[in-house]
């Protein structure tokens, strides 16, 4: 009997090699579902012939039983890969013997069938639990695969969510410094032009408060801009007063405008009063009576204000609860 050949028994410890794989799916024409002989097992034990009225089963090609030869090894082969104990390297080399046998027989067709039917009935029951092993074996390592498979992908997937968020923070970023500086662009011009219409003598000369502040609305979106001054007496229109029952009401000099300025009065009406000034006598009521009255929404007003020296004042505690700055 010839010892086991050294390259087929050694085993090796991968189970995902593509090598295997290979020899995997090539084992699995390794065993033709019956020997390829002229006659049948019958139930009892004899062989019967074939019935006449049966179809002519195909002869197999000395090349088709070499082939199913070939696979028959490699699905050994694929079996020791994966360390398998159910046969010994005494019975491997004995297999290889006779495979060697079939391989070497002459083209003659009924001697290549003749030399394969006798290997195959000595060898086939004695195969069929190294085929369910192997068939096991590609199953997990198909398994494994899709596993892992499913790993990359989603460790691919997670990679490509953190660089889609990442290139998306980094375009929030982008905008949101593009609109900083926008913004910034913005306060420039309406500051310059806030102090440029303050600097002017003729635009303080009625202002008879000691601490007056000066405001600036804009018209959100334009360059549309009003400027008013706190206090009563130095508005442009005093449009606003309380009446004997504590409600806001537009003055005689207003009424003939009170729709369009309806929203503002409604507005100082709902708000608390803190200060000790009324809450229709600031700069920033001013400037806003000034845009309504042309035709600008009070939703789009924003407003800027400064104290007599042009430094930034921030709303008053009346102010707060209505305006918007910019």
């Not at 694929?78 to 010994?88: G, K, L, N, P």
């Not at 027989?105 to 192997?134: G, I, R």
């Not at 913004?183 to 011009?189: I, L, N, R, V």
């Not at 929404?297 to 004042?313: E, G, N, Q, S, V």
Request: net charge positive; glycine share 4%.
């Amino acid at each position: 009997m010839m010892h086991p050949d050294p390259r087929t028994t050694t085993t090796t410890t991968s189970t995902t090699s593509t090598a295997a794989t290979s020899m995997i799916n090539a084992a699995s024409d390794a065993l033709p579902p019956t020997p390829l002989s002229t006659s049948v097992p019958c139930a009892a034990g004899k062989v019967a012939k074939p019935s006449s009225s049966a179809p002519a089963r195909k002869k197999a090609t000395p090349k088709e039983i070499w082939l199913r030869a070939d696979n028959v090894e490699k699905m050994v082969r694929a079996a020791v890969s994966f360390e398998q104990d159910i046969w010994t390297g005494a019975v491997i080399a004995e297999l290889y013997k006779d495979l060697e046998s079939v391989k070497k027989a002459s083209e003659s067709d009924t001697n290549v069938q003749s030399v394969w039917n006798t290997f195959y009935k000595k060898w086939e029951s004695a195969l069929l639990p190294l085929k369910e092993f192997v068939d096991r074996k590609r199953k997990d390592l198909e398994g494994q695969n899709e596993a892992e498979e499913r790993a990359r992908l989603n460790k691919q997937k997670m990679a490509e969510g953190l660089e889609s968020k990442k290139n998306e923070i980094a375009a929030k970023k982008k905008e949101q410094e593009a609109l900083a500086q926008k913004h910034k662009q913005e306060m420039a011009a309406l500051a310059k032009a806030h102090r440029n219409h303050f600097n002017d003598p003729k635009a303080l000369e009625a202002i008879v408060s000691e601490n007056p502040t000066l405001c600036t609305a804009v018209v959100e979106g334009t360059d549309t801009m009003a400027f008013g001054i706190s206090s009563v007496g130095n508005h442009h229109l005093q449009a606003f007063f309380r009446d004997k029952e504590g409600i806001i009401r537009c003055t005689k000099a207003a009424e003939v405008h009170a729709k369009v300025l309806e929203p503002l009065r409604a507005t100082l009406a709902g708000i608390q009063k803190v200060e000790d000034w009324e809450v229709y006598v600031c700069a920033e009521v001013d400037a806003a009576v000034q845009l309504l009255l042309r035709g600008v929404p009070l939703r789009r007003i924003k407003t800027y204000a400064t104290d007599f020296d042009l430094k930034y004042k921030p709303p008053c505690a009346h102010c707060y609860q209505w305006v918007t700055e910019i």
